[in-house]
């Protein structure tokens, strides 16, 4: 088995270099990742620009191939496709921090899996809670190697991946879970540049509920979240209702 490795928070963190060696148990192994942190630039494939890619000693995963770009967690994946071989697995993370709910709008990890599944390969996100006192990868990377091989074994629906959160401390056990309303709430922090100019940040605050059954639920009670995702957006519920509302145009 070929497996392709990214994330967005960019190739010397220790997230992916953990993922990256654990897959090793499951076959052939190459790494492509941001040459920078690319944390919540979503989906975006760079066409405005031209992009390097680049064979990385230094970020530390040995005899494993190692790619950096200076582009998305997207480029990543479709630069590692075209350039290396198609994989039979794509695997993104394990990221810094949970991608629950509408995160996932957002979150360049997923995004990378979001790519590798238009693209017809299975692929999974791997978040993990760093609300802990201690960020244990190893622990989430050898979680995901067994979460890895069962999704070979069993294989994927077209157009559905796996997003998988891990909770900060060592899991209770795996929940299969829906997405739950956890979100950003926006706020704009504005000041001052030595000009007297201004400019601004937007930083936010998480938020959401914990209704039984979602990942949010799951993780805040020490379990792994397991949430299969479809690339079909499709209210498919108001199909009927929106067609009555254009028959009146």
Known sequence: MRILVSNDDGIFSPGIKALGLAMRALGEVYVVAPDVEQSAVGHGITVRRPLRFKHTASAGFGEV???RVDGTPADCVVLGVHLLGRPDLVVSGINIGVNLGLDLTHSGTVAAALEGTS????SIAFSLDTSGEELNFAEAAAWAVRIARLVMAKGLPK???LNVNFPPGPPKGVMV???STHHW???VVERLDPEGRPYY???GTPVGEEE???DLYAVRR????ITPVSLDFTAGELLAEVRRWVAEL
């Open 212 to 214: 039984e059954g979602t």
């Open 65 to 67: 191939p190692a790619y």
């Open 185 to 187: 709430e926006d706020k």
């Open 119 to 122: 693209l017809g390969i299975p």
């Open 177 to 179: 879970t829906r997405l």
């Open 222 to 225: 020490g379990y792994i979240s």
């Open 159 to 161: 157009g559905v991946l």
């Open 201 to 203: 940040w937007i930083a």
